[in-house]
């Protein structure tokens, strides 16, 4: 993936990486979360290139790529809030949406 010059393109891109995690990690990606998802990248403004290597890797099963966790510490609060909307984007929340809720803020070095 390129890398792109803005550091506020870097970081939407992270958070993106995050959300395409989230969404991936009940094993069940719902429509609901990849029309956020999009509408999310959308209004982020990410790069087509980096949108559509990350869509690639949802549609060919390939791991997804991790997102760089030093760039997201730089607006943990930011991040927290994506993930938040993305879960409850589709109208149900499962409890290993909450365990990795919880973890991302761990990881973040937000206090619960």
Do not use: W, Y
Not at 39 to 58: K, N
Not at 77 to 84: F, G
Not at 93 to 98: D, L, S, W
Request: proline share 8%; charged share 20%.
């Amino acid at each position: 993936m390129g890398t792109p010059s803005s550091p506020d393109a870097r970081f939407q891109i992270e958070v993106l990486k995050l959300l395409l995690q989230v969404a991936s990690g009940d094993d069940a990606v719902s429509r609901e979360e990849i029309d956020h998802i999009l509408d999310a990248a959308r209004g982020m403004s990410v790069p087509l290139p980096e949108l559509t290597e990350l869509a690639r890797c949802l549609q060919q099963g390939t791991p997804l790529p991790a997102p760089n966790l030093g760039i997201l510490r730089t607006q943990p609060h930011a991040v927290i809030d994506a993930a938040h909307a993305l879960i409850a984007s589709d109208g149900h929340v499962h409890p290993g949406e909450i365990e990795m809720l919880r973890q991302i803020r761990e990881m973040l070095g937000i206090a619960a």
